[in-house]
């Protein structure tokens, strides 16, 4: 956790998590990191944990070079497969 000024009260911990790999061991990592933020967060009297991730949205020459490309519901495609696995991990984490 950084923090260079006391925590609010009503503060928020932010975990970032790695959702884009499709590496099996990311996801012991990204619930550990999850676990761990909980902890410290925890211990600084804060409870408004949130979880990010970044992933990649299409580039402009896929849309350019495929005409039945659509780049909208490709990128609402990926950001769905990333918060169904964000989901999983608050699941796992917290249940």
Known sequence: MVKDQPWLEDGKALVAINLSSEDPYHDPLNIK????????????????????????????NNAL????????????????QHLIAMRGIKAEVLY
């Open 33 to 60: 990191l999850v676990q761990e933020t909980i902890e410290l967060a925890e211990n600084v009297d804060q409870d408004d944990i949130h979880l990010v991730g970044a992933y990649p949205v299409t580039s402009i």
């Open 65 to 80: 070079k495929l005409t039945d490309f659509s780049p909208s519901v490709y990128n609402d495609a990926i950001r769905d």
